[in-house]
């Protein structure tokens, strides 16, 4: 079957810096599954990936903003840590929801002082040129339990797909 809108997709996929440098990879054991046409993965890795079958190997050369965009320093912030709950928990690297109930966004922990946290609201890989480098493994009619199963992905989360 080939990818279309609305069909559920199993890949493997390796995301790296021009210069080879990876970014992130998927394992034999641990394929992603996404579901074409829910915007899970970047417009131009949906594009390239219609009409593909299993067995198909895609390569998806991005500029920074196309990919995950520019960096934007105004995206980093510093916060008092009396603002947190538990400053003394907080790890460098750290992804965590920050917002006032209405509208929430990750942001990552980048440096941790006495007094501040210093956050960052850009993606991880925002400003890099980067490669997917894909394999079709399985492609199927997209099923009601899919669509239950991928309800959750209308937020913004952790999971590098893109939405974040």
């Not at 196309?66 to 603002?83: H, N, Y």
């Not at 960052?120 to 040129?129: E, I, L, Q, R, Y």
């Amino acid at each position: 079957m080939k990818i279309t809108n609305q069909t559920t997709v199993t890949i493997n996929y390796k995301v790296s810096e021009q210069n080879g440098e990876v970014l992130e990879q998927t394992t034999e054991n641990e394929p992603v599954v996404y579901l074409q046409g829910l915007e899970m993965m970047l417009p131009a890795v949906e594009e390239a990936m219609e009409g593909k079958i299993p067995g198909d190997k895609v390569k998806v050369e991005l500029k920074a903003a196309d990919a995950f965009g520019e960096r934007k320093e105004d995206l980093v912030t510093k916060i008092p840590a009396s603002d947190f709950e538990d400053a003394s928990s907080l790890n460098i690297g750290q992804d965590i929801i920050v917002g006032n109930g209405e509208e929430e966004v990750i942001m990552t922990v980048v440096k941790i002082e006495e007094d501040n946290i210093t956050l960052d609201g850009n993606h991880p890989f925002s400003g890099k040129d980067i490669v997917f480098e894909i394999e079709v493994i399985e492609v199927h009619k997209t099923t009601d339990e899919d669509l239950k199963a991928f309800e959750h992905h209308h937020h913004d989360h952790d999971c590098d797909c893109g939405a974040h």
